[in-house]
């Protein structure tokens, strides 16, 4: 799969005011994992990062295009690093009907008119040429296999193949937001007041949602080295006549073992697997006559080969759970978390006291929302869209924040694209910011 990202992102005239090409200098910027947008309260970092959402959304009828009908611009379009822009642009307004877009080698490829009606809103009827174009254009997105999700600021998710606008509980008429700049100052600080509401958080909720997660990946997983009783003695028939010479050593295969055991509990641990009981196995290879020793090593490597194969089909998980614990261990204080795939979440004070979910600080709750929705969203996501990550968190916490989720999504390629005022997370990688300025 060929890797794309966003590379530069053109608007002119939002709020009918602001024009910026971000970055000025593409060639310049670091922007392939992370893309960093910096800006004054008002200047709109918000808004872009949903206009972004908005516009490669592939999702039909699902009110984003309505949504960009809504705000203010006269072009907003995205470069991405296969060379296609996909744009919006209006000729005589910055409100309502738009060319909806996208564009190869500066020729169109697609190219749709979203005629608005009463309130700007878009509603196409199916069957219309408009209609049909429209869904080409959509089909077009979604064959460049992009999968954006978009973390907000109140710690939603949305995504872009099958979120819809009604997936906001939110009733703030957006246009009021985009059409008027001091509203937008105000409104950013009213949504931290309500983001910082810990009933809004959803944190049980989301945890649920994790632990569906882990679930269906370990099911699939575990497909890989199941066997079958029919299997395990077809293959003890087939190792009869195999020479001694394909086969280990059991002095050899004891010390795979002993490996095994190790991987195993680690396993055990965090519930992926039933414990092993491999002190009875060994056992039963120890009461075995010398005489009879000679046909264990076949039957010792089928074992071996069976469990390993099912083992490491479950590493990329235990690994994805074992940093994750590790990770959020190393921000807690006074605190220590662990899991199990049966029990879930479980976290203790230094005390020996035994916490509850609701007993953690905003921060603290923020913290696991925000790495729980990064680990879900990377497995499927190539555009990871998270707005002021910061919020609640102190400035230890903040230093720390970025290098975790690009670790978190180190094995797939992401491209975060992520709004913040935090000095903590602007200084260390300059090379990623793109400021927002005429």
Do not use: C
Request: proline share 2%; hydrophobic share 35%.
């Amino acid at each position: 799969m060929i890797e794309i990202g966003i590379k530069e992102i053109k608007v002119n005239k939002l709020f009918g005011h602001y024009t910026y090409n971000l970055p000025k200098e593409p060639e310049t910027k670091e922007l392939n994992k992370l893309f960093i947008l910096y800006g004054d309260n008002g200047a709109g970092k918000t808004t872009v990062l949903n206009l972004v959402f908005y516009l490669l959304s592939t999702k039909d009828k699902s009110g984003f295009k309505t949504k960009l009908a809504q705000t203010k611009f006269k072009l907003f379009s995205i470069k991405l690093s296969n060379g296609i822009e996909i744009g919006a642009s209006r000729k005589d307004s910055v409100l309502g009907s738009y060319t909806y877009y996208i564009k190869k080698n500066n020729r169109y490829i697609h190219r749709v008119e979203l005629e608005v009606l009463s309130n700007n809103i878009i509603r196409l009827e199916s069957g219309t040429p408009e209609n049909l174009d429209f869904l080409n254009l959509l089909e077009y997105i979604k064959n460049l296999n992009i999968s954006i999700y978009f973390l907000s600021e109140d710690r939603k998710i949305l995504s872009s193949k099958n979120s819809t606008d009604n997936d906001d509980d939110d009733d703030i008429d957006f246009r009021i937001n985009t059409s008027n700049i001091d509203f937008s100052r105000n409104y950013e600080r009213i949504r931290t007041k309500k983001i910082l509401n810990e009933n809004r958080l959803s944190l049980e909720l989301t945890v649920e949602r994790f632990i569906d997660w882990i679930r269906k990946q370990v099911i699939q997983s575990s497909k890989i080295g199941e066997t079958n009783t029919l299997y395990i003695y077809s293959e003890l028939v087939k190792n009869i006549d195999k020479p001694k010479e394909k086969i280990p050593p059991l002095t050899q295969l004891l010390k795979k073992l002993d490996s095994l055991e190790k991987k195993s509990e680690e396993f055990t641990k965090i519930g992926l697997i039933d414990k092993l009981d491999f002190k009875e196995f060994k056992k039963s290879i120890n009461s075995i006559s010398i005489e009879n020793k000679k046909a264990l090593p076949s039957i010792i490597q089928l074992f071996v080969n069976s469990t390993n194969a099912r083992l490491n089909a479950l590493e990329g998980l235990y690994e994805v759970l074992n940093d994750f614990i590790i990770a959020i261990n190393k921000f807690y204080t006074n605190k220590s978390l662990s899991f199990n795939l049966s029990k879930g979440f479980s976290i203790k004070h230094t005390s020996g006291e035994s916490l509850h979910l609701e007993m953690l600080s905003s921060g603290e709750k923020q913290l696991l929302l925000l790495f729980i929705n990064t680990i879900t969203a990377t497995d499927q996501a190539t555009i990871f869209i998270i707005d002021e990550p910061e919020i609640s968190l102190n400035i230890k916490w903040q230093r720390m924040l970025l290098k975790t989720l690009l670790k978190f999504s180190s094995k797939n390629f992401v491209q975060f694209i992520i709004a913040t005022h935090s000095i903590e997370l602007l200084a260390p990688n300059s090379h990623n910011v793109v400021k927002l300025e005429e």
